[in-house]
């Protein structure tokens, strides 16, 4: 059963969000590469060091945040 978030923790959860995706849009600019899976699983290989989370969230789930899908042969 999954739990229903709150409104105050869907707040939080989206203000989460939108910092990593403007850390992220930083990222691609200034490593001048486009948006991909690819490109998502580098900014979390960069981010999450020693299998720390990253704003909380795991490293497949990050780059499903950020890019939509996993990159090739990620499974």
Same mark, same amino acid.
């Given at each position: 059963?999954?739990?229903k978030l709150s409104a105050?923790?869907?707040?939080?959860?989206?203000k989460?969000?939108?910092?990593i995706k403007e850390e992220y849009k930083n990222f691609l600019a200034e490593?001048?590469? +486009?948006?991909?899976?690819?490109? +998502?699983h580098q900014f979390a290989l960069t981010k999450i060091q020693w299998g720390r989370d990253y704003h909380?969230?795991?490293e497949r789930d990050l780059i499903l945040l950020l890019s939509g899908g996993?990159?090739?042969?990620y499974d």
């Amino acid at each position: 059963m999954v739990k229903k978030l709150s409104a105050n923790e869907l707040h939080w959860k989206s203000k989460t969000e939108s910092i990593i995706k403007e850390e992220y849009k930083n990222f691609l600019a200034e490593k001048k590469i +486009a948006n991909n899976p690819d490109s +998502a699983h580098q900014f979390a290989l960069t981010k999450i060091q020693w299998g720390r989370d990253y704003h909380g969230y795991k490293e497949r789930d990050l780059i499903l945040l950020l890019s939509g899908g996993l990159p090739y042969m990620y499974d």
